[in-house]
């Protein structure tokens, strides 16, 4: 089974632009959550889907969205870009949530100038 | 604030040696996971334990859970430079949304 494939790896933007990251989850599974990792903050949830309805939301701005297709990908968007939005993101993927283990995409590496 | 709160924050030991990291959190919890990460890489899993379990072994890997204590501890035998990573606990709430809260992990060295 391939495992998670997150899109772009790497992502340099300035400040006030957007951005779309992209997740494609392994087969089968219809959870897919986002998580933001920094050096300061940690590991903090941004949003999770579940067969193309969003579950649950973190404690962020409403500037970081997104969604879930039917074929259970997912993309998250950045709108207006800021310094501290500068992360590496993650996306995780498992057949019904946080009842079992996550698979983690590789993550995409995001620079805000 | 982290539900998880992870110690040591940094472990360093010689190749050979058992290095344990502890892990305590606030709330109940459903389950509780471990994961590892090399340097700006994704996490990987290594073990998922349930409220109602107290030990589970993977391989040189064996964690505990002490709900009366909310803590979890991770041991890992005979250490290898290949386990070099950084190594987080999260937590899976009773009552909660479908997201796993993390600690702030414990980053462990092996030197050979």
């Known amino acids: 089974k391939a495992g998670v494939t997150q899109t772009p790896r790497y992502l340099i933007k300035t400040r006030g632009q957007q951005v779309t990251l992209s997740c494609s989850p392994i087969s089968g599974h219809r959870s897919v959550s986002w998580y933001q990792q920094t050096p300061g903050q940690g590991l903090q949830f941004l949003f999770e889907y579940f067969s193309e309805t969003q579950r649950n939301k973190g404690n962020f701005p409403g500037r970081f969205s997104g969604r879930q297709f039917s074929n259970s990908r997912s993309e998250m968007n950045v709108s207006t870009l800021e310094l501290g939005d500068s992360a590496l993101y993650l996306c995780?993927?498992?057949?019904?949530?946080?009842?079992?283990?996550?698979?983690f995409g590789s993550g995409t590496q995001l620079s805000v100038l | 604030s982290q539900q998880g709160e992870e110690d040591p924050q940094a472990l360093s030991i010689q190749e050979g040696e058992n290095a344990t990291m502890n892990c305590s959190y606030k709330t109940s919890i459903n389950n509780l996971q471990w994961y590892r990460q090399n340097s700006g890489r994704g996490l990987v899993h290594l073990i998922l334990?349930?409220?109602?379990?107290r030990e589970k072994h993977s391989g040189r890997l064996r964690v505990t859970l002490d709900t009366s204590k909310k803590s979890s501890s991770l041991l890992i035998t005979a250490s290898r430079a290949a386990d070099t990573a950084s190594y987080f606990c999260a937590t899976a709430l009773i009552q909660g949304a479908q997201k796993l809260v993390f600690g702030q992990g414990t980053r462990l060295t092996i030197n050979p």
């Open positions: 334990i349930r409220s109602n379990e």
């Open positions: 995780a993927s498992s057949r019904d949530g946080v009842n079992e283990k996550l698979f």
